[in-house]
């Protein structure tokens, strides 16, 4: 039996990686933001534990709360998603909130949990998009999201070098039918994450630091 971490399991792909890994008879710890996430984090078999990854203070605990648990598999899907495009720039409200969930969230996360990972000889996925994938913008449409996305894989690639006994990963899903990819995306949330667990449990050390695709399919270029 494994030993799962999902930071972000209040809804959307952080509770599908929760039932999944829970059906696949893994002992999951979940964090959640409140009441709401927890009840369906608990009512899958989760062990729930209660941080905002957008409020500093609330992540700072995390690694107490953890108490020196090895962890075989973390995920960190907490994040949220920024319309707008250049054309106008972001508010500092908008700015600040995509940047502090996605980004600065993931770095505070990180360095209280790779130690824990790295003492399993585990895996760290870090759930990007592909919207941040420099290589192929097609447009600067939600222009605030993508730079968040394009900040977390480099803080993925540069914290690798710290947690040499880790394999820390950046994961595109795809276009997912979830809240914030919408009715019209081409992967159901299932289908996502089961290619996402199916990637994470085939990494080697030849992966490190890399942003694949959710199959596994490295991207060709940052």
């Not at 790295?118 to 999201?145: L, P, Q």
């Not at 050390?205 to 199959?215: E, I, N, T």
Request: hydrophobic share 45%; net charge neutral.
């Amino acid at each position: 039996m494994s030993v799962i971490l999902v930071i972000g399991a209040s809804r959307g792909l952080g509770l599908e990686f929760v039932r999944q890994y829970v059906e696949a008879g893994d002992r999951v710890i979940a964090t959640v933001r409140d009441d709401a996430g927890r009840k369906r984090a608990q009512a899958l078999g989760a062990q729930v534990l209660t941080v905002d990854v957008s409020q500093p203070a609330s992540v700072s605990g995390l690694a107490w709360m953890l108490d020196g648990e090895e962890i075989d598999t973390a995920l960190y899907v907490a994040g949220v998603y920024a319309q707008g495009n250049a054309l106008g720039p972001p508010t500092r409200e908008l700015f600040d909130r995509t940047m502090h969930t996605n980004v600065l969230g993931a770095m505070q996360v990180l360095p209280q949990v790779a130690p824990l990972v790295e003492a399993a000889r585990g895996r760290f996925g870090f759930i990007s998009s592909g919207m941040g994938h420099i290589g192929s913008v097609e447009s600067s449409d939600a222009w605030t999201y993508r730079v968040s996305k394009a900040a977390l894989n480099m803080a993925v690639a540069s914290a690798q070098h710290d947690y040499p006994d880790a394999i820390l990963v950046a994961l595109s899903p795809g276009w997912v039918r979830t809240d914030m990819g919408g009715a019209n995306a081409t992967l159901g949330a299932a289908q996502s994450v089961a290619a996402m667990r199916a990637t994470l449990a085939a990494l080697t050390p030849a992966h490190k630091g890399q942003f694949l695709h959710h199959d596994g399919r490295p991207f060709a270029s940052w």
